[in-house]
């Protein structure tokens, strides 16, 4: 079992930055590709990026394309999503995902993640 937990949201300008990170509290996700999805209210989760089990292979949602960055730390046991030129449409609940399944390459789908955080808010004003 992966316990998941998310930290660095919080309430930014438009134009502003803020980097998220996923730690897990219990057990490892060093072997697992890693997403992060973000639901905005009234509207289902989305995708919005993701990094292969070492971090050499990631992809990205088209609205955050050359604006987001994932990476991760596997020593850690760690991934970022760093935000650049935030815009209030970015304004949503932030949740990290572990695959549960060894080395995999990452996916936008959602049904691919078994373990998942509990969300942290980023309000992005205008």
């Known amino acids: 079992q992966v316990q998941l937990v998310e930290s660095g949201g919080g309430l930014v300008q438009a134009g502003g930055s803020l980097t998220l990170s996923c730690a897990a509290s219990r057990g490892t996700f060093s072997t697992y590709a890693m997403g992060w999805f973000r639901q905005a209210p009234g509207k289902e989760r989305d995708f919005v990026a993701t990094i292969s089990w070492r971090g050499g292979r990631t992809s990205y949602a088209n609205s955050v394309k050359g604006r987001f960055t994932i990476s991760r730390d596997n020593a850690k046991n760690t991934v970022y999503l760093q935000m650049n030129s935030l815009k209030p449409e970015d304004t949503a609940v932030y949740y990290c995902?572990?695959?549960?399944?060894?080395?995999?390459?990452?996916?936008?789908?959602?049904?691919?993640?078994?373990?998942w955080g509990q969300g942290t808010q980023v309000t992005v004003s205008s």
């Open positions: 995902a572990a695959d549960g399944a060894d080395y995999g390459l990452g996916s936008p789908l959602q049904s691919r993640y078994r373990y």
